[in-house]
C-alpha cells in the first residue's frame, strides 16, 4: 500500500491529445515531485513543488506542464507528446528537510 | 552534488545476508546518505537513511564509514521478495532538494 496516490494507473493517448496526471497524498507533506522512468532506467527528475511553489524544473520540455493546485494534490498536465515520452510518470513526496521520499506506484504512459 | 557509484548487479544466496556498497567519495559534511529500492513495475520503497551513524530498522542496517566516503546497506535475512534494483542517494538537508537517482545495483536472491 502507498500513501501517495496515482490516477490513473495506465494511459494511453495520441500525440494530439491533452491528458493530465494527477498525485494525491494526505500526509500534510509539503514537498512533491514528479520522476519519469524509462524502461531498465532509473527515475529521471522533472519537477519539485515547494510548499505549493514550483522549485525546480530540470529543463523539461514545455508539453509537460506541472501544477500544484494545494497543498495535497499534483497534477501533470500532457500537450502534444511524442511516443518517445511512453515511460512510468512517478509522483513522490516529503515531509520535512531531512525526510526520505515517499513514492507513488506511478502512471504507465503510452503515447502512440 | 556527491556521486554515488553501486556495482551493476549483484547475487546473493536465499537466507544468506546480501550486503549492498556504495561509494560517494566526494560526500560533504551536510549530505545524508539514503538508500531505496525498486521491485518491477512499483514505485521507489524507502529502505533507511543516515548522517554518519549507522543506522537500523525493520528492513536493514546502514553502514557508513568513518569518513563517510562510502557505505553499506545490509540485508540481514534475504528473501526472494528482495530481489529488486537499490539504489544509494547522497542529498543535502532542505526541504526542496533533487533527490538524483543513480543506475542502482540489481540484487538477485537465488533459492
Known amino acids: 500500500d502507498t500513501e501517495v496516490t496515482q490516477t490513473p494507473k495506465h494511459l494511453v493517448m495520441g500525440m494530439t491529445n491533452k491528458k493530465s496526471l494527477k498525485c494525491e497524498q494526505h500526509?500534510?507533506?509539503?514537498?512533491m515531485y514528479w520522476y519519469k522512468q524509462k524502461a531498465k532506467k532509473p527515475p529521471e527528475l522533472m519537477f519539485v513543488?515547494?510548499?505549493?511553489?514550483?522549485?525546480i524544473n530540470e529543463s523539461v520540455p514545455s508539453r509537460f506542464s506541472p501544477e500544484c493546485p494545494n497543498s495535497s494534490l499534483l497534477n501533470l498536465h500532457l500537450h502534444a507528446l511524442q511516443p518517445e515520452d511512453s515511460a512510468l510518470y512517478l509522483c513522490?513526496?516529503?515531509?520535512?528537510?531531512?525526510?526520505?521520499?515517499?513514492f507513488g506506484n506511478g502512471t504507465r504512459l503510452t503515447v502512440t | 552534488d556527491a556521486k554515488t557509484t553501486q556495482p551493476p548487479s549483484m547475487d546473493c544466496a536465499e537466507g544468506r545476508a546480501a550486503n549492498l556498497p556504495c561509494n560517494h567519495s566526494?560526500?560533504?559534511?551536510?549530505?545524508?546518505v539514503y538508500w531505496y529500492r525498486q521491485i518491477h513495475s512499483q514505485g521507489p520503497q524507502y529502505i533507511i537513511h543516515?548522517?554518519?551513524?549507522?543506522e537500523t530498522n525493520e528492513m536493514a542496517s546502514l553502514i557508513i564509514t568513518e569518513d563517510r566516503k562510502s557505505s553499506t546497506l545490509i540485508l540481514p535475512h534475504a528473501t526472494l521478495r528482495d530481489t529488486a534494483v537499490y539504489y544509494c542517494?547522497?542529498?543535502?538537508w532542505g526541504l526542496g532538494q533533487n533527490f538524483v537517482f543513480g543506475p542502482g545495483t540489481r540484487l538477485s536472491v537465488l533459492p
Open positions: 513543488y515547494s510548499y505549493e511553489k514550483l522549485s
Open positions: 500526509m500534510g507533506h509539503r514537498a
Open positions: 566526494t560526500i560533504s559534511g551536510n549530505e545524508y
Open positions: 543516515g548522517l554518519k551513524n549507522n
Open positions: 542517494i547522497v542529498r543535502v
Open positions: 513522490a513526496t516529503r515531509r520535512a528537510d531531512n525526510s526520505p521520499l515517499h
